[in-house]
């Protein structure tokens, strides 16, 4: 099983330029988020999803967008990028938001804006 | 405030020996769960334990068990005899019903080094 697939890996943009993470997992899970890790620091919630066509801020969502129009596929868009938004980005699943239901997460991918 | 925090930014081990890492929370919430993940250097992010607020007993699982203080707020990991492969980041995380349960909060983490 593929679980959760991040593409890029890594990413070098320029200030300004604008680009669309890609993430797709192979469960039937309804739960997807976006995470963003800085260096040394926990996961910040970006945005998420509680089901395709349903979107919801997290904590940290500004700078980003994010669309569900599939339950396998929530991208997460990058406009106008900023030094701020050099970060490590984890896109994560579950099936439910139970208390108890853990978070599938993908490898995660590496961007710097510079 | 910090819901999550970990104090230990850093914790050493020798092989084969136990190892607690700590982690405090604060909610007012009555139903909340917390988790416990694993960060190894490739960069993936490894669920190793849950424990709910209302479980009465501490959570296990394999050489991992969560020493869960309800009252103190605390949810410290504990390892038993560690190996190499758990040099890692561990961070600690909640789900609390009042803020939504998709919404994981996650602390700082700790980075354990095990030595031979």
């Known amino acids: 099983n593929a679980g959760v697939t991040q593409t890029p890996k890594f990413r070098i943009l320029k200030i300004g330029q604008s680009m669309t993470l890609q993430c797709t997992q192979d469960m039937n899970h309804n739960y997807m988020y976006w995470y963003r890790q800085d260096p040394g620091m926990g996961l910040k919630l970006i945005y998420y999803s509680v089901g395709a066509g349903i979107t919801d801020k997290g904590e940290v969502p500004n700078g980003y967008n994010v669309s569900r129009s599939t339950t396998e596929d929530f991208p997460l868009r990058l406009e106008l990028a900023a030094p701020s938004q050099t970060s490590v980005y984890f896109c994560a699943s579950s099936y439910s938001g139970a208390t108890n239901e853990k978070l599938f997460f993908g490898s995660g991918t590496q961007l710097s804006v510079l | 405030a910090q819901k999550i925090t970990q104090t230990q930014p850093g914790m050493f081990v020798q092989e084969k020996e136990a190892v607690t890492l700590d982690c405090t929370y604060d909610?007012?919430?009555?139903?909340?769960?917390l988790f416990w993940y694993k960060q190894p250097s490739s960069g993936e992010m490894i669920f190793l334990i849950y424990q709910g607020s209302y479980d009465e007993q501490n959570a296990t699982e394999g050489r991992y068990s969560l020493n869960f203080q309800k009252a103190r707020k605390s949810a410290n990991l504990v390892i038993s005899a560690s190996q190499l492969g758990d040099s890692a980041m561990y961070f600690c995380a909640m789900r609390e019903r009042d803020t939504g349960f998709q919404k994981l909060v996650f602390g700082t983490g700790t980075r354990l080094l095990v030595s031979p």
């Open positions: 909610t007012s919430d009555q139903s909340y769960g």
